[in-house]
């Protein structure tokens, strides 16, 4: 049987490495033997070999990146592709950087990830914040309508930036928001971190390029079997420049890139290409029969599911389970759920993220269930309302630009003080990371509240400078 090294090129060359004795006078500086000085450091870097002198020549001679990168390119039925060994992060700040010149403004959800935004003060561009819908029976945001993009027109955004799928699978109606963007000739960037492996089976929806977004940004990560950080760019050639684009990644990635995440990424669009719709469809059959394995212990809907949203408008794969549904504590259930060794990806007051992915069995699905369902029946009480989570309802007063308050002189306030001030800080959840405050807007009243309870509820808040949210960096007066 054929393995998937026959159709990766840079998968077979990270392989090929280790199957030759090797005289490395080159970096990385433990040249695959670190095993000598330290048995444990052994382990962690022994396996591996970087792009430059390991998958390739140092003069990259075979060209074998090209060539992988290209396969991606015509997989997703795009121009261009790069491999990124900084995740969706750094796959963000390349494309951004691209975009337009200091002082140009950008469309964006206020649901982007906070790579988005800081990629935004990197490259001095203006956000208009769009506000994404909020579902009213389960209170998630289901992406950005139409007519909230429209209505911002008249402000002259260069490019319209979304998230898609959202951080609890929910999109946007996107064939509707292209054609309108693509209406103006403004490009779309779709920040697909958590889809990458959308397209690939008729079980998920399409991926955004197919309903033709511009550049899509995508974390092999996540939802793929990909190393840690690797991640995808891709990007059609109608409304952005390549060599543009070319040259923001080269400024933004290492000059140094680890072999292992590379080849991961090729390994995963193999997959995809040979296996996807099996391997996916697979999953979704097994998490359908998890998620009802599951909720036939309960009288109200616990999870959400695709029947909940508009046609092409929730990821299948995604498990999320509304604890408030039962009357739990998302955090509550996490806290039982680790001291059994489960982790999950995401908990908060009222939901709780479980990530799925190919790598997952029918087994460990049902492994899943047998330690939720008691956890869950311990934990039910009496159920109650949605309160939309503070990430995804903040409506921000912006005072001055998030660049000039990155930039400008700061200080620190007691939280009573800070009511009022512009903050200098990007404070977020995280998980999700998505921004309650960014620099240079107002620290109001209900943002401070908001987060002080989010902490309080368990939630990690990151990024203020004051993790204990006793104090805030604001700009000086
Ligand atoms: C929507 C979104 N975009 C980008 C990122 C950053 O991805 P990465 O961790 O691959 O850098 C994340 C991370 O969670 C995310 O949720």
Known sequence: MSSLRDSAPLLDAYLSYFEVKRHPFTIPGHKQRASRLDAGLGLVVDSDT???????????????????QLLAATLWGADY????TGGSTHANQAIILALGKPGDKVALSRTAHRSVLSALVLAGLE???????IDAATGVPIGIAVGEFEKILDQGPIALLLTEPGYLGTMSDLPALIEAAHAHSIPVIVDAAWGAHFGFSRHVPAHCLAYGADALIT????????????????????YLNFDRIEQSFETTHTTSPAGAPLASIDGCRALLQTRGEELISELVRNIDAFKSAVQSHFDLPIFLNTSDFPAGRFD?????????????SG????????????????????????LATLADSKED????????????KAQEKTPRPTATSLSWSVVPTVAI???????????????????GHISADLIAPYPPGVAVVAPGEVLTKTILEGLSATKAAGVRIAYATDPNLASYRVVKP
């Open 50 to 68: 970087p792009l430059y002198g390991g998958l390739d020549e140092i003069k990259l001679t075979n060209q074998v990146l090209k060539r992988a």
């Open 81 to 84: 592709a790069r491999f990124s």
């Open 127 to 133: 956000p208009i914040w769009l506000t994404p819908e």
């Open 219 to 238: 974390s092999t990560h996540k939802a793929l079997p990909g190393y840690s950080a690797s991640a995808l760019l891709i990007a059609q050639g109608r």
């Open 316 to 328: 299948p794969t995604k498990i999320v389970l509304r604890a408030n549904q039962l009357g739990a």
């Open 331 to 354: 955090i509550e259930i996490e806290k039982v759920l680790q001291t059994q060794f489960i982790r999950v990806e995401m908990a908060d007051s009222d939901t709780v993220v479980f």
């Open 365 to 376: 699905f049902d492994e899943l269930a047998r330690m939720l369902i008691p956890t869950l």
């Open 401 to 419: 630009s998030m660049r000039d308050a990155y930039f400008a002189e700061t200080q620190m306030l007691l939280a009573e003080n800070a009511v």
